[in-house]
C-alpha cells in the first residue's frame, strides 16, 4: 500500500515528491524488518524491503520513459528523461536522510547490531582509504572496481526491472550509517544540532567523486530498465530507442571514469 503513496505519473512531473516517499519508505522498511527478523538481519532486511516498496513505481516509469522515446524523441536525452533522473536521485538522498536518522536515534549498541553490514562495509572502505590498498590502486584500478558495479547495475535493472535499485538503497543506507554515526560520535549537546552538522559534512566529502559514481550508477539503472521495457514491449529493433539507451549507457561510463580520476588524484 506503501507504494501507492505516489504515482508515476506525479513523480514525472514532481521528482521532488520521491525524497518524502523515500523517508517513508525508508522508516517503514526498517520498523518492518525489525518484526521480521533479528536485530543482526536489519541491515539486510531494510534494504530487501525499501527495494520491495519501490519496484512498482520505478518499473512503471522505465516503461513511461521507453515509450516517450517510441513517440517522442526531440531534444537530447538528458531533456527527454529528466524528471526519471531526478526522482531517482531524489529517492536516494531521501533515503540517506531516513536512514542515518534511524541509526541516529537509536541507542548506539542497537544501531551497531542492526547495521552491521553498513558498519563493516564502511570498516573496509577506511581501511582501503587508508591503507596500503590506497597506493596501490590507482586510477585503473579504481576505474575497473566501479565499471564492474555499473554493469552489475545495468544487469540488474535490466533482469530484475527495477534491479538497479537495490545496489542504489545498498549504498545509501551506508551513507546514511555514515552519517548516523558521525552524528554519534559529535558528542554536542543537542542530537539535533549534531545531526545537521554531520549531514552536510559527510555529504560534501563524498561529493567530489561520489556525486559522478552515483550519477552513473542513476544512469545505469536507467538504461537497463528502459532496455527491459523495450524487449517486453518489442520495441527493440526500433533505432531511436536503441540510440537512446546506448548514449545513456555511454554517459554513464564517462561519469564513472571522471570519478574515477577525481578518486585517484
Same mark, same amino acid.
Given at each position: 500500500?506503501? #507504494?501507492?503513496?505516489?504515482?508515476?505519473?506525479?513523480?514525472?512531473?514532481?521528482?521532488?515528491?520521491?525524497?518524502?516517499?523515500?523517508?517513508?519508505?525508508?522508516?517503514?522498511?526498517?520498523?518492518?524488518?525489525?518484526?521480521?527478523?533479528?536485530?543482526?538481519?536489519?541491515?539486510?532486511?531494510?534494504?530487501?524491503?525499501?527495494?520491495?516498496?519501490?519496484?512498482?513505481?520505478?518499473?512503471?516509469?522505465?516503461?513511461?520513459?521507453?515509450?516517450?522515446?517510441?513517440?517522442?524523441?526531440?531534444?537530447?536525452?538528458?531533456?527527454?528523461?529528466?524528471?526519471?533522473?531526478?526522482?531517482?536521485?531524489?529517492?536516494?538522498?531521501?533515503?540517506?536522510?531516513?536512514?542515518?536518522?534511524?541509526?541516529?536515534?537509536?541507542?548506539? +549498541?542497537?544501531?551497531?547490531?542492526?547495521?552491521?553490514?553498513?558498519?563493516? #562495509?564502511?570498516?573496509?572502505?577506511?581501511?582501503?582509504?587508508?591503507?596500503?590498498?590506497?597506493?596501490?590502486?590507482?586510477?585503473?584500478?579504481?576505474?575497473?572496481?566501479?565499471?564492474?558495479?555499473?554493469?552489475?547495475?545495468?544487469?540488474? +535493472?535490466?533482469?530484475?526491472?527495477?534491479?538497479?535499485?537495490?545496489?542504489?538503497?545498498?549504498?545509501?543506507?551506508?551513507?546514511?550509517?555514515?552519517?548516523?554515526?558521525?552524528?554519534?560520535?559529535?558528542?554536542?549537546?543537542?542530537?539535533?544540532?549534531?545531526?545537521?552538522?554531520?549531514?552536510?559534512?559527510?555529504?560534501?566529502?563524498?561529493?567530489?567523486?561520489?556525486?559522478?559514481?552515483?550519477?552513473?550508477?542513476?544512469?545505469?539503472?536507467?538504461?537497463?530498465?528502459?532496455?527491459?521495457?523495450?524487449?517486453?514491449?518489442?520495441?527493440?529493433?526500433?533505432?531511436?530507442?536503441?540510440?537512446?539507451?546506448?548514449?545513456?549507457?555511454?554517459?554513464?561510463?564517462?561519469?564513472?571514469?571522471?570519478?574515477?580520476?577525481? #578518486?585517484?588524484?
Amino acid at each position: 500500500m506503501i #507504494e501507492s503513496l505516489l504515482r508515476p505519473d506525479v513523480v514525472k512531473k514532481r521528482p521532488y515528491e520521491m525524497f518524502f516517499l523515500a523517508v517513508v519508505i525508508g522508516i517503514v522498511a526498517v520498523w518492518t524488518a525489525t518484526l521480521v527478523g533479528g536485530p543482526a538481519e536489519v541491515g539486510h532486511l531494510g534494504v530487501a524491503f525499501a527495494c520491495i516498496a519501490m519496484t512498482p513505481i520505478l518499473v512503471r516509469i522505465f516503461q513511461m520513459e521507453e515509450e516517450k522515446d517510441e513517440h517522442e524523441f526531440r531534444g537530447s536525452f538528458v531533456v527527454r528523461h529528466g524528471a526519471a533522473i531526478e526522482a531517482y536521485g531524489y529517492y536516494f538522498v531521501g533515503l540517506i536522510v531516513s536512514i542515518s536518522l534511524v541509526y541516529a536515534l537509536l541507542p548506539a +549498541s542497537s544501531a551497531q547490531t542492526m547495521f552491521e553490514p553498513q558498519v563493516h #562495509e564502511l570498516t573496509v572502505i577506511q581501511s582501503m582509504s587508508t591503507g596500503r590498498v590506497a597506493s596501490t590502486c590507482g586510477f585503473f584500478c579504481l576505474l575497473e572496481n566501479n565499471l564492474g558495479v555499473l554493469a552489475l547495475t545495468i544487469l540488474f +535493472s535490466f533482469v530484475f526491472g527495477a534491479g538497479a535499485i537495490y545496489i542504489l538503497t545498498w549504498n545509501a543506507s551506508i551513507v546514511g550509517v555514515l552519517i548516523g554515526m558521525m552524528t554519534k560520535n559529535a558528542g554536542g549537546t543537542s542530537m539535533i544540532t549534531d545531526y545537521l552538522i554531520a549531514l552536510p559534512t559527510s555529504l560534501i566529502a563524498l561529493m567530489p567523486h561520489g556525486i559522478f559514481e552515483i550519477g552513473a550508477y542513476l544512469f545505469g539503472g536507467l538504461a537497463g530498465g528502459m532496455l527491459s521495457a523495450c524487449m517486453i514491449r518489442g520495441h527493440l529493433p526500433k533505432k531511436e530507442v536503441i540510440r537512446d539507451i546506448a548514449t545513456i549507457a555511454l554517459f554513464s561510463i564517462l561519469l564513472v571514469a571522471i570519478g574515477a580520476v577525481i #578518486e585517484a588524484g
